[in-house]
């Protein structure tokens, strides 16, 4: 890691509330531009949850509520000025689930350039072909992109399902357990991915997989029934771990 | 005392017997409809039944001609799915996505129930309040004509189409609802690109089998529709649709008669309108179901 790294998102005494329970409790950490940061931890332990905080997406359920500051680029995310559409532009999310819209593969991957008002075809074409070689699915998709994307296998999905987060150009991209229902050659090919697509993005990445966050993160943070417990690079957590609580997990002794 | 084998094998027996008789008296009732309106076609042919234009079945000599009816049942049908398609898809969207869980429990009961509202009260609700509204405010003869018959008879497809597209719309799965506004999409855009398109097969449905209802409906077209067996040439003309002649016509039809044999090949055209609907709902319904996380 060179010492030119720059703070992309920082978060400052996030807590964040389903109605009354308190699911993530005073989380402050900070995420670096064109990095791997990978989220682990046993199911319920807010990675996910938090994840969706980034791009606002726990806005859709109701009586949610956050306290704290989450800055991308050091403007709040949270303010009541924010427009809550653009913020979903700069930080783009891939899902647990491949989840394409019923249409074409070519309409899946415009379809976010074209709700954000593109109309010049050229462009939408080209910038089609760009995400979906980007996502390393072109070759298998390039003869047949006006066919319905749910004829894709899982993994086809998924990966398409990168190349339409990556046509808005965002800078930022999470993912929520990408390659959880897939089987380990998609997954190996997730994992490339992401290898390739932190030199344009930086990358927010939820995992169950120990060996994935090891594999493709950069830094790796741990949370613990909502709370942070620690976070560092990749390497610090996974061979010499401050708290017992860490290593615990790491190795494998619960979660 | 029996064995519980025994038991069993007469639950079972039980079951099939009465399963059978209520789909073999539907059958014979069928059989019965088909054996008392086919014998018309000898006195005139399926071409001259279906395309006449006179209906006159009682004049000397009589005419068979159900074009008549047949438009005034199709005007209807279609003016009244006109009418309740946006306002049945339109509260459909409204309760699946924009009002509060609260809400949405009051209000989908309501309307569920109010399918249920007997259509002679709704034919009565026309006949002394739409029809001298509709006479006085439009300077029309007479208020009971084809437009009047097409609201009533869309407000009773309304509940239908709107209960049958809630359901399709509310179980669009919440990842592609997430994966539209994920990419920067408003609720509307996601609304109209994503949550309509994936729930079109039941919306379709609903809209099918609203229109089954529709053209099937008797009672209300028998009060409201002004009951004249000419063409329209307006909506404001007054119609009489197939079910409304027969109801108004079979107790006067002699048994056996030509006219009577008219107006049961009157119900089987209506039968195989209602059947044709039913497939076609049918066959969307199960042939444009999506795979995947589109899966209805």
Request: glycine fraction near 6%.
């Amino acid at each position: 890691m060179g010492s030119e790294k720059r703070v992309k998102i920082s978060v400052q005494n996030l807590n964040f509330y389903y109605g009354d329970f308190h699911a993530l409790h005073d989380i402050s950490m900070d995420m670096y531009e064109n990095h791997v940061t990978a989220l682990i931890g046993p199911s319920g332990c807010g990675k996910s949850t938090f994840l969706r905080c980034i791009n606002r997406m726990n806005d859709l359920i109701l009586g949610t509520r956050v306290e704290g500051k989450l800055l991308l680029d050091g403007k709040d995310l949270y303010d009541p000025k924010v427009d809550v559409v653009e913020v979903r532009r700069k930080v783009g999310m891939v899902f647990q689930k491949p989840n394409p819209f019923p249409k074409s593969i070519f309409e899946n991957v415009a379809y976010g350039l074209r709700v954000n008002g593109v109309k010049d075809k050229k462009f939408i074409a080209h910038r089609v072909e760009e995400s979906l070689k980007m996502a390393a699915i072109w070759d298998e998709v390039k003869d047949r992109l006006h066919s319905s994307a749910l004829g894709l296998s899982g993994g086809q999905q998924q990966r398409l399902c990168i190349a339409r987060a990556l046509a808005m150009e965002p800078e930022v991209l999470l993912m929520d357990e990408p390659a959880s229902a897939l089987d380990p050659i998609a997954t190996q090919k997730i994992e490339d991915l992401i290898f390739e697509l932190k030199k344009r993005f930086t990358i927010v990445i939820v995992t169950h997989n120990m060996q994935q966050a090891a594999r493709v993160s950069d830094y790796t943070a741990f949370f613990y029934m909502g709370r942070l417990v620690e976070v560092d690079t990749t390497d610090v957590i996974f061979t010499r771990p401050k708290e017992k609580q860490t290593e615990d997990y790491i190795t494998g002794r619960f979660g | 005392m029996l064995s519980r084998k025994q038991k069993d094998f007469l639950v079972k027996s039980i079951f099939f017997v009465i399963a059978l008789v209520s789909i073999l008296i539907l059958f014979l009732i069928m059989f019965y409809l088909f054996r008392e309106g086919l014998p018309i076609f000898e006195v005139v042919s399926v071409k001259d039944f279906l395309f006449g234009r006179y209906w006159y079945p009682t004049s000397d000599p009589p005419a068979f001609g159900i074009f008549p009816l047949l438009v005034g049942s199709i005007y209807v049908t279609a003016l009244s799915t006109l009418i309740a398609v946006p306002l049945g898809v339109m509260t459909a969207i409204y309760l699946a996505e924009i009002a509060s869980p609260a809400l949405r429990n009051i209000v989908k009961p309501i309307v569920e129930l109010l399918a249920g509202m007997p259509s002679v009260v709704i034919g009565f609700f026309g006949m002394v309040v739409v029809a001298p509204f509709l006479q006085n405010y439009l300077d029309l003869d007479s208020g009971l004509n084809l437009f009047n018959a097409s609201l009533m008879l869309a407000f009773m497809s309304v509940p239908t189409i709107c209960s049958i597209s809630e359901d399709a719309i509310f179980s669009v799965p919440r990842e592609l609802k997430e994966g539209s506004l994920a990419l920067g999409a408003t609720h509307f855009q996601t609304i109209v690109k994503v949550i309509i398109p994936a729930s079109l097969s039941g919306i379709s449905t609903s809209i099918i089998l609203g229109m089954s209802r529709a053209i099937g409906e008797t009672m209300v077209v028998l009060m409201v529709a002004g009951g004249a067996a000419m063409i329209p040439e307006s909506i404001f003309d007054p119609v009489r649709p197939m079910p409304a002649s027969i109801a108004a016509e079979m107790a006067e039809a002699p048994f056996h008669s030509n006219h009577y044999y008219a107006l049961f090949a009157i119900g089987i055209v209506l039968f195989l309108f209602t059947l044709a609907f039913n497939m076609i709902a049918d066959h969307i319904s199960h042939k444009y179901r999506q795979v995947g996380a589109a899966t209805l």
